[in-house]
C-alpha cells in the first residue's frame, strides 16, 4: 500500500555484509530515535544476515530488517501528482468536466481493481468533439443510456439508464421528409417537442428519441404513450437541438477514445531510470503503480525535478566502500561508529559520532542513557550480542571496560548469562551445514581502499575445530577458483579460533604473500599463514597491512 508519508521516513542502515553489531545497533538506534523524534525511523540492513546474526534475532523475537541494496532515490521520493482515476464508461464530457475543474489535461482509466486500462487526454477529448460526421459513434462505443442522459443535461422519461447502444445512427429529425431520407430502424433521434414529428420517428422504428424541450412546457406524454408502445427509449433535455447534436457524441465512453499501449512506472522505480524513459516517448504524464500494480497517481518531467533525497544514519561504518550502494544521492544525517575514520564524504555538516570502544552498540546504549529513554528486554538482548560478537566475549583487543561495563548491565535486562549466551551465538553463527566458500567469505565482508589498493577482508568466527577445518576447506577451493572481486586487488580471510585466540590467514592476490610476511614477520606457506593473539580485523589486521601497502615496502 502506498503511503505519501514515507518521504519522511529516516533507513537506519550498517554496512554491507552486515554482521551482529551492524544489524542489532541499527534495531536499537531506529528504536531510540522514534521515542525521541516525530519522524519515523527504520532499521535496514543492506546485505543477507549472517546465522549468527539470525539466530540473535530469532532469540530476541525480531524479524529480519528489511533489505535495502541501494538508497538512490524512487519515485517514492517524487511529488507525484495524486489524482482520482476515471472509469472506462464515463463520458467524454464528464472527464472533460472533470479535467476543467482540476485545472489537468490527463486522466488515468482504471478498472474497479483500480488496475490501469489507459489514458485520456484533453486533445482526445478535442479530437472526438471535431468529429461531428461519425453518426455511428454512439453505437460504434456502446454509449450508455445514462451517459446520454448525462451529457444532454436531460431526464430518462422512458427506457433503461444501464442499457447499452450496439446499432443505429444519430440523426436529426427536423421534419418528416428529412426523416424519411436519413431515418433507419434502430436509430437515435433528436428532435423537437412536435407530435407528428414523434410519431414518424416512432413509426420508423427508431430505437432512442430524443425531444429537446424546456422543463415548464411539461411533459411529452403522448410520445412517452407510444414509446412505452413501442419499447422506445425517451430523452427529454432543456437543450435546443443545435446544442443538443453538438454535445451528444461527447457522451460517448473514454474507453472508445483513450490509449490504451500507456507506459506506466511502479513506485520503486529509479528516478534514473525514470528520466531515461521519459527521454525517449512524447508523453507528458505517466501513471505511476503499488507493488500490487494498482493506479496511485500521476508523474510528469516537471516532478521529476524536485526529488526528494532519502534520509539515512549509518552506523558501524564510516567507509564509503562499506556503504549501500547510492548514498551519493542519499542524504545522511549522521554517522554511528566505532572504527578509523574512513573515506565517507557528505553534503554538509552531519552529526558524527565516532567513539574508541568495542562495539557500535556500546555507543548506542549511552546514547539511551542521555536521553532518559528505558532499554526494553528485547533491546537490551540485541544490543548485549552485538558487544559480545563484536569483543569475542571480551577476548577482543579492542575491548575496553566500557564494552564490558555496558554489556554487565544489559544482560541483567534481558537476564542472560553472558558466557552461556555467548556460546551459543558463536555455535550457532558456525553451522556450515549447506554453506559454501562463497557465502562464507561473503558474510561479514569489509572492503577498505589502502593508498591505490582496494582490499577486501573477510571474517569468521569458531569455537569448534571441526567447524574451523571445514571452513578453512571451503575457503581455500573458493579462493583458488576465483578471479576475486571487480576492482579488488587482494582478498583476505581471517579464519579466527575463539578457543585459541588466534588467526589462520587465507589470502590470493599478486603481492599478497610478501605482503603478508613483511608485515606481520611471519612464514607464509600456500596463500596462508598464522597469526598468534590476532582476532581483531580492525585493530590488529588492517593497521599493518595499510602501512606495508601504503608504503610500498
Sequence with gaps: MFDKNRKQLVRVIGHKNPDTDSICSAIALAYLKNHTDSVPYEARRAGEISRETAFVLSHFGFSWPRLSENVSPTLYNVDIRIEDPVTEDISLRKA???????????????????HIRGIITIKDIARANLNIFDSSILSASHTSIENIVETLEGTLLLGDPEEKLIAGNIVVGSSPESMKRDLKKGDIVILTNNLEDEIYAIEAGASVIIVCMEDDEGKPD?????????????????????????????????SYFMSKNTMAFH?????EDVKATMA????KYFPVLDAEDM?????????????????????????RSQAVDGLE??????????????????????YFRNEPVGCTA?????????????VPEDIAGLLLSAILSDTLIFHSPTCTKQDIDTASSLARICEENIQDYGRQMFEAGENLTGRTGEDLMNTDCKEFNLGEFSICVAQGFFMS?????????????????????????????????????????????????RIVADAFNVEVNDHEAILPGVVSRKKQLIPPLRDKIISGN
Design 267 to 271: 513506485i520503486n522505480t529509479p528516478v
Design 362 to 374: 556500546t555507543i548506542i546504549y549511552r546514547m539511551f542513557l542521555e536521553n532518559s529513554v528505558d
Design 329 to 350: 544521492d542519499a542524504e545522511i544525517l549522521a554517522v554511528i561508529d566505532h572504527h578509523r575514520i574512513g573515506t565517507l564524504e557528505t553534503g554538509g555538516p552531519v
Design 280 to 283: 525517449k516517448v512524447r508523453y
Design 465 to 513: 575445530k571441526k567447524a574451523y577445518d571445514e571452513a578453512k576447506v571451503l575457503i581455500k577451493d573458493y579462493m583458488n577458483t576465483t578471479t576475486g572481486r571487480d576492482g579488488v586487488n587482494m582478498q583476505f580471510f581471517m579464519l579466527t579460533s575463539i578457543e585459541t585466540q588466534g588467526t589462520l590467514l587465507l589470502f590470493e592476490g599478486n603481492g599478497a604473500d
Design 96 to 114: 472533460w468536466k472533470f479535467m476543467e475543474k482540476e485545472s489537468i489535461d490527463t486522466l488515468c482509466v482504471t478498472n474497479e481493481e483500480d
Design 295 to 319: 493506479y496511485i497517481g500521476m508523474v510528469s518531467r516537471r516532478n521529476i525535478l524536485n526529488v526528494h533525497k532519502k534520509k539515512v544514519i549509518l552506523v558501524d561504518h564510516n567507509e
Design 222 to 254: 403522448i410520445l412517452v404513450k407510444y414509446g412505452r408502445e413501442n419499447d422506445i427509449t425517451v430523452i427529454q433535455t432543456p437543450l435546443d437541438t443545435y446544442a443538443a447534436v453538438r454535445l451528444i457524441c461527447m457522451a460517448a465512453p473514454v
